[in-house]
């Protein structure tokens, strides 16, 4: 998958740098979605001088992209994760132990019934992503709510 990297980035104009393939390498290796401060800190290990800001931005531009997908975080946060699976679907967000997971379903013909019909309006894009708790963190916390 890395190797397919330098020719998305430049399928999308964006320059083939060290950095964004170092922000790329990061976030795919982690099964979890993380801060920008937190890949800026991953990012300080590997470069002398990296600024927040350049952090921010080439994960905007790589997210405008969709070479890795945005996580809104009820604290209003955006956080950054790298899914390898390119086929359209929808994500559920763990909000304990931050792991991401793919949904293979999504109910777009029904909204896009309900906006042409009911809102006389046009569909032309969505975003749905599912916060919750995972298997495993749920069963911690029932265990810890049954005590």
């Known amino acids: 998958m890395l190797n397919d990297f330098p020719l998305t980035l430049k399928k999308l104009n964006l320059k083939i740098t060290p950095k964004r393939l170092a922000i790329l390498e990061i976030l795919m290796k982690e099964s ?3 801060s920008p ?3 800026w800190k991953k990012m300080k290990k590997r ?5 927040l800001p ?3 931005r080439n994960l905007e531009e790589l997210s405008e ?3 890795i997908s945005e996580v809104t ?7 950054y994760y790298f899914c390898q699976n390119r086929s359209h679907h929808h994500h559920f967000i763990c909000l304990s ?3 991401v997971e793919d949904i293979n379903f999504c109910g777009l013909n029904e909204l896009e ?7 006389k309006g046009k569909l032309l894009s969505h975003i749905m992503q599912v916060n919750g708790f995972c298997r495993h963190c749920l069963n911690k916390k029932e265990k810890y709510f049954d005590s």
């Open 32 to 34: 979890v979605y993380l």
């Open 37 to 39: 401060g937190e890949v």
């Open 47 to 51: 470069f002398k001088r990296i600024g």
């Open 54 to 56: 350049t952090v921010y």
């Open 65 to 67: 992209g969709n070479i």
């Open 73 to 79: 975080h009820p604290n209003r946060q955006l956080y």
């Open 97 to 99: 132990c931050r792991k």
């Open 113 to 119: 019934k309900e906006v042409t019909k009911k809102i």
